[in-house]
């Protein structure tokens, strides 16, 4: 059976909200983390059949395909081609799997996979610009007009699978505490490509890990969606900045890049 080889892997650290990374073009930051990723690996990115990268929302910045506008702002040649994916959250994962799936299937050597999002830049709705209908008047009909956020969303899921508040917070605590852990004994450092900011700075840490947050402060936190909800602030994901890629390589080509 054909395989598809993972044979590098970076991110840049993930920034909050009008945090660290959010004076940096999307475009800019993308190419950083390719640069990041061909430099860790050796390669030079002439070899790169392809570029896949996922990214949401698809305007202003991120607009016209920014695969492409990425690795030609990183230097790449202009023989590398670029595509975006959108499959909403899961749009970096879908990148990823499309290169596997490429190489397993014979029509990529190298190629690499991974997204942006630069959410303070460019956010939640931004492709909805100027009064954008996404959801047709048939599609509207067959949900007869009931269509729920991604809030109410993850209220309904939380209720089907007996989901509390309890268990969501205490969730959401221990996450960040293995987070800053890990941060703290470097684990991440080996991963993670420095960023430069808007003013030539490094940018080395993931933003918005929640240091020693009781439990009762989370208790204290109003539900976001419905009154009696169990989402909140405290235990849902934040807005965040970031790009992340991957290099994938056929066992043929690898062992003749050696």
């Not at 303070?120 to 509207?140: C, D, I, K, V």
């Not at 934040?238 to 050696?258: E, N, T, V």
């Given at each position: 059976m054909a395989e598809?080889?993972?044979?590098?892997?970076?991110?840049?650290?993930?920034?909050?909200?009008?945090?660290?990374?959010?004076?940096?073009?999307?475009?800019?930051?993308?190419?950083?983390?390719?640069?990041?990723?061909?430099?860790?690996?050796?390669?030079?990115?002439?070899?790169?059949?392809?570029v896949i990268w996922g990214c949401v929302m698809q305007a202003g910045e991120q607009a016209l395909d920014i695969a492409r506008t990425s690795l030609l702002t990183a230097g790449w040649p202009e023989?590398?081609?670029?595509?975006?994916?959108?499959?909403?959250?899961?749009?970096?994962?879908?990148?990823?799997?499309?290169?596997?799936a490429g190489v397993v299937a014979g029509h990529y050597d190298v190629v690499v996979a991974g997204g942006v999002e630069s959410m303070?830049?460019?956010?939640?709705?931004?492709?909805?610009?100027?009064?954008?209908?996404?959801?047709?008047?048939?599609?509207?009909e067959r949900y007869d007009g009931r269509i729920p956020n991604q809030g109410l969303g993850a209220e309904m899921i939380a209720e089907q699978w007996g989901l509390s508040r309890t268990m969501l917070d205490?969730?959401?605590?221990?996450?960040?505490e293995k987070e800053a852990a890990a941060?703290?004994?470097?684990?991440?450092?080996?991963?993670?490509?420095?960023?430069?900011?808007?003013d030539g700075n490094p940018v080395l840490k993931d933003e918005g890990i929640r240091r020693g947050t009781p439990m009762e402060k989370m208790a204290a936190l109003k539900p976001a969606f419905k009154e009696d909800?169990?989402?909140?602030?405290?235990?849902?994901?934040?807005?965040?900045?970031?790009?992340?890629?991957?290099?994938?390589?056929?066992?043929?080509?690898?062992?003749?890049?050696?």
């Open positions: 598809a080889v993972i044979v590098e892997a970076v991110r840049s650290p993930v920034g909050k909200r009008n945090g660290a990374l959010s004076g940096v073009h999307p475009a800019d930051l993308s190419a950083q983390v390719l640069n990041g990723l061909a430099d860790k690996a050796g390669i030079d990115p002439e070899i790169v059949d392809d023989t590398v081609p670029g595509v975006t994916v959108d499959r909403q959250c899961g749009s970096s994962q879908q990148s990823v799997h499309f290169a596997a303070s830049r460019t956010p939640m709705g931004s492709s909805l610009a100027n009064g954008g209908r996404p959801y047709s008047q048939t599609f509207l205490e969730f959401s605590l221990m996450s960040h941060q703290d004994s470097g684990a991440f450092d080996d991963q993670i490509v420095g960023i430069k900011d808007q909800g169990v989402i909140h602030a405290g235990n849902s994901s934040q807005i965040s900045d970031g790009s992340a890629a991957l290099l994938f390589m056929s066992p043929k080509r690898l062992s003749r890049w050696g």
